[in-house]
């Protein structure tokens, strides 16, 4: 059974403070990504990963950073959070062929106060 | 750059009947899949249909079908005899460059019994 898992469901951290969300797969799939889900936007692309050490901004990828050390594991970074990072984060990854579904995390719901 | 459209942020229906949510797309793609996924409460994203675009005939997955029409780049997602189970947002996505998948704003399906 595939599986995508993001280290938290839930998460709550103070203004300022760096924060990591953790995303692993165990598909051996080369493309990962990070998404933000907010009402009324739908899921907007943060950054991607299409190798190890390899990324592509997104849409939105001001106030994050991404680091993929290894195959299975891509970490979405905010440097200094802010009030308005709060939102739902997910992960996806992909095989590198072109039109292949991606599979999800089951998301990190994340609240900076 | 390719734009996803769902035009209706909110849909009900009755427990057994049929509901079709709306999508259309626009991508640069000259060969391409496009996608349904739904997400229930749970937040967990599930591929519901894909269709590939070369392909003339609508996809078909049990009660859900599509209605995909590639000129007028639509493509609908009909959920028959639906099930209090169905009640979910749904996603419709279509692939972009460089392996990207770009996402619409979503449509919340209520059933009711």
């Known amino acids: 059974d595939v599986k995508v898992t993001q280290s938290s469901r839930y998460l709550v951290k103070r203004t300022g403070e760096k924060v990591f969300l953790e995303c692993v797969q165990d598909?051996?799939?080369?493309?990962m990504f990070w998404y933000r889900q907010d009402p009324g936007l739908g899921l907007r692309l943060i950054y991607f990963s299409y190798d190890v050490k390899m990324k592509e901004k997104g849409d939105i990828p001001e106030g994050y950073s991404v680091s993929r050390e290894k195959k299975e594991r891509f970490s979405l970074i905010l440097e200094s959070a802010s009030t308005n990072q709060t939102s739902m984060y997910l992960c996806a990854s992909s095989l590198r062929q072109v039109n292949t579904e991606a599979f999800f995390g089951q998301g990190t719901r994340l609240t900076v106060v | 750059a390719q734009t996803v459209t769902q035009s209706q942020p909110e849909m009900s229906v009755q427990e057994a009947e049929t509901v079709t949510l709306s999508c259309t797309y626009d991508t640069s793609e000259s060969d391409y899949y496009l996608f349904w996924y739904k997400q229930p409460p749970s937040r967990q994203m599930i591929l519901v249909i894909r269709?590939?675009?070369?392909?003339?005939q609508n996809a078909t997955e049990n009660r859900f079908s599509v209605n995909f029409q590639k000129a007028a780049k639509s493509f609908s997602l009909k959920i028959s005899d639906s099930q209090l189970g169905d009640a979910a947002m749904y996603f419709c996505?279509?692939?972009?460059?460089?392996?990207?998948?770009?996402f619409g704003t979503g449509t919340s399906l209520t059933v009711i019994p």
């Open positions: 269709q590939e675009a070369y392909k003339q």
């Open positions: 996505a279509c692939p972009g460059t460089g392996n990207q998948f770009y």
């Open positions: 598909m051996d799939h080369e493309n």
